[in-house]
C-alpha cells in the first residue's frame, strides 16, 4: 500500500511539472499583451491627421469665430505639408507657408496665421505627440498702434463715398454711424431693427444682448446715439417694409466684413487717404474726441462697451488737430452726413 500511494504521488508531481512547463512553454505563442503607444509611432502622424485631431478634440472650447479662422489657416497649411509627418517639421516650413500667401500683408493677419499654427502643435506637445514644439521660437510681427482717424480724414472718405458707383450711399450711413457713436464696426453690421429703442429724442440707444464681452460683463451692450444719428438711423427705417439688420449693402443684403473692408478701401482710395486708416480708427477718433472734450473714463467706457476704464488710455490718444480745428471742421462732417 505505502508503495502504491508513492507512485501515485510521484505521478501527480510530474504531471503538474509537465503542465507547468507547457504553459510556460505556450506563454510565448500567445498574443502578446497591449502596448502603450511610443513617441515613435506618434512622430509618424502627419500634419493633416494631427490638424483633424485637434479639430476634433482642442478646438471645441473656443469660440465660433476662432474655430472658423482656425480652419481657414489649417486648410491652407494642410494643403502645403500635410502629408509629412509632424516630427519633421522645421521652423522654416512656417516661414514658407507665410512665403507662400503674400496677400497677408496685415501684421494681424500674419500674427493670426502664426497663433494658430503654433497652438496646433503646443496641443500636440502637450498630448505627447512630439517632444517639442518646431514654431517655438517664431514669432508674431509687432503691431503698429493704430492711430485715431483725424476729421480731414473722415470728411474725405465720407465725399468719397458719393462717388462710389454702387455701394457709395449704404457705405457713408454706416460709417456716420462709427464716428457719433464709437461703436465697433461688428457691432454696428449686426445692428438689427428690433434692437432700437428710439421713443426718446434724447435717449435713443441700440440694446445688444449677444455682444463681444456679453460674457465677461453679463450685461447688455447699450449702443448709444445723439439726436442727429438718430435721425439718421430714422431716415433709414422710412424705406423700410419688414425688421432684419439695419445696415444693408446695395444688393440690400447685410454687410460683411469683407464686403465692408473692400468697399472701405476703394472709398479710401478715391480719398486719397493713407492706409492705415481704417473703420476701426473712427472707434479711436471717438474715443479722442470724448477725452479731448473733457468726458469722464467711466462714461467713455460704458459708452465703448468696456468693463473697465484701462482700454480708454488705449484707444484715446492726443489729438493732432486742435480743438478749435476739431469744432471747426465739424460743421463739414454733418454737411457730408446731409449729402447721404
Not at 465725399?159 to 464716428?179: D, N, Q, S, T, Y
Amino acid at each position: 500500500m505505502a508503495s502504491a500511494a508513492h507512485e501515485a504521488a510521484r505521478t501527480q508531481i510530474g504531471t503538474t511539472e509537465v503542465v507547468n512547463a507547457t504553459h510556460v512553454t505556450l506563454a510565448g505563442y500567445g498574443p502578446p499583451p497591449p502596448q502603450q503607444p511610443t513617441a515613435q509611432a506618434f512622430s509618424e502622424i502627419t500634419v493633416s491627421e494631427l490638424c483633424e485631431r485637434y479639430k476634433r478634440h482642442a478646438c471645441q472650447q473656443h469660440s465660433e469665430r476662432w474655430k472658423y479662422e482656425a480652419a481657414w489657416y489649417l486648410k491652407r497649411f494642410c494643403s502645403l505639408f500635410g502629408d509629412l509627418p509632424i516630427s519633421q517639421m522645421r521652423r522654416l516650413h512656417l516661414d514658407e507657408f507665410l512665403e507662400a500667401n503674400p496677400g497677408w500683408e496685415s501684421p494681424s493677419t500674419r500674427s493670426s496665421a502664426i497663433r494658430v499654427i503654433k497652438r496646433v502643435f503646443n496641443w500636440a506637445v502637450e498630448r505627447e505627440y512630439i517632444a517639442s514644439n518646431p514654431f517655438a521660437s517664431c514669432k508674431c510681427p509687432r503691431f503698429r498702434k493704430r492711430k485715431p482717424a483725424e476729421v480731414d480724414h473722415i470728411v474725405a472718405i465720407l465725399r468719397a463715398c458719393r462717388h462710389l458707383p454702387k455701394c457709395g450711399r449704404e457705405l457713408g450711413r454706416i460709417l456716420m454711424f462709427l464716428v457719433h457713436t464709437g461703436a465697433r464696426t461688428k457691432e454696428a453690421r449686426k445692428i438689427e431693427i428690433d434692437m432700437l429703442v428710439l421713443d426718446d429724442p434724447l435717449a435713443s440707444a441700440a440694446v445688444m444682448h449677444e455682444h463681444k464681452t456679453s460674457d465677461k460683463t453679463d450685461a447688455p451692450r447699450i449702443i448709444a446715439m445723439e439726436p442727429s444719428t438718430r435721425r439718421l438711423v430714422i431716415n433709414i427705417l422710412r424705406k423700410r417694409n419688414a425688421g432684419g439688420f439695419l445696415f444693408l449693402n446695395h444688393r440690400g443684403q447685410p454687410w460683411t466684413r469683407n464686403a465692408l473692408n473692400q468697399a472701405f478701401r476703394r472709398a479710401r482710395r478715391l480719398a486719397g487717404v493713407p492706409e492705415w486708416v481704417t473703420p476701426y480708427t473712427f472707434r479711436h477718433y471717438w474715443c479722442t474726441t470724448a477725452v479731448n472734450a473733457g468726458v469722464g473714463e467711466r462714461s467713455i467706457a460704458n459708452c465703448m462697451g468696456h468693463a473697465k476704464t484701462d482700454m480708454v488710455a488705449h484707444y484715446s490718444q492726443a489729438s493732432r488737430v486742435h480743438v478749435k480745428s476739431m469744432v471747426r471742421t465739424s460743421n463739414e462732417v454733418r454737411k457730408a452726413r446731409r449729402a447721404l
